[in-house]
């Protein structure tokens, strides 16, 4: 049967597609033959082919020898069509800016990535950012401000043009927080409070452990001592957060029986309010503007002097 010039298109697309994904799996440099497509045939790939171009791209991001896999997809010409975000930050660096080669920088990223499917996309993607970003000092320091917010966007903006995680909504949702939130980890000083701590655990929640993953596998310093600090400061917060959170299970921020006392003190019978109060009180914990720990007396005379604070003016 005749292929239609739509098909053979595609066709074209997705030889190319093999060939790069054959190259992941091998390893090694890329051999002097290189199957290339036009950007027509990756468009009409990803109109047809979507969910094989997704598990051609899955391969690619997942092989051991990703940053291969990822050569050949800029050489095929797959990566300006499919990822323009990430074609963009091919040589961008090492130049006359003098800061690190985004795109070495990346796939290295990918290549130290725990093999999980969200933490190896979110390892390609997380510094797309950066070249809407670039600023320079007058002394000649580059900056990439407001990267991870920017890179976020850009993965919305991505997605809609090429819907690849339409039908996972979940996996889409957590690239684009480790994307947002890659920078969080590398931030922790040990000066840190409890209340900061936990704040940083409670906002990163279910992907706590993949975000403190990619932390790791972003540090690609090439300086032993200066890698080797990196990846003990992410250490030191992850023991930090299991510490705290395990003397919260132990002895609660709030004092048991605070509802009781609350009910009591204020003649207020059972209800939601009791527990939108807790809540409250609870998060002002967290934002580290309430002192936990306290007494129940504590925290009913806290509530006595402001009232309406806390719903009850």
């Not at 051999?31 to 690619?60: M, Y």
């Not at 985004?102 to 070249?131: F, M, N």
């Not at 109060?277 to 934002?287: A, S, V």
Request: with cysteine; charged share 30%.
């Amino acid at each position: 049967m005749q292929l239609t010039d739509t098909e053979g298109s595609a066709a074209k697309a997705m030889e190319a597609l093999e060939w790069a994904r054959e190259i992941s799996l091998a390893g090694g440099p890329l051999p002097p033959a290189i199957v290339k497509a036009s950007p027509s045939d990756f468009r009409a790939a990803g109109s047809r082919f979507s969910r094989d171009l997704r598990s051609h791209l899955d391969t690619i991001v997942m092989s051991s020898d990703a940053e291969a896999g990822l050569d050949a997809l800029l050489a095929c010409g797959a990566l300006a069509t499919l990822l323009p975000e990430v074609e963009a930050m091919v040589g961008f660096g090492d130049g006359e800016w003098r800061h690190k080669d985004v795109w070495k920088h990346t796939k290295q990223v990918v290549r130290q990535s725990v093999p999980r499917l969200e933490i190896r996309w979110a390892a390609l993607l997380h510094d797309i950012g950066k070249v809407k970003t670039r600023s320079i000092s007058p002394d000649g320091e580059v900056h990439f401000f407001g990267h991870a917010e920017v890179g976020a966007r850009m993965f919305d903006k991505m997605n809609r043009r090429l819907p690849l995680f339409a039908s996972e909504a979940k996996l889409s949702e957590e690239i684009r927080f480790l994307i947002l939130h890659h920078l969080r980890a590398s931030q922790y000083e040990a000066s840190w409070t409890d209340s900061a701590v936990r704040r940083f655990a409670k906002e990163m929640g279910d992907y706590l452990d993949d975000v403190l993953c990619l932390s790791r596998a972003d540090i690609t310093t090439k300086r032993p001592e200066k890698k080797k600090k990196g990846l003990r400061q992410i250490t030191d917060l992850k023991l930090r957060v299991e510490k705290v959170l395990a003397e919260d299970a132990v002895v609660p921020p709030l004092p048991t029986g605070i509802g009781d006392a609350i009910m009591l003190a204020f003649k207020i019978p059972p209800s939601r309010l009791i527990g939108d109060l807790k809540r409250k009180l609870e998060t002002e914990i967290t934002e580290g503007t309430l002192q936990g720990h306290q007494p129940i007396d504590f925290y009913v005379e806290l509530i006595k002097q402001d009232p309406g604070r806390y719903g009850l003016g």
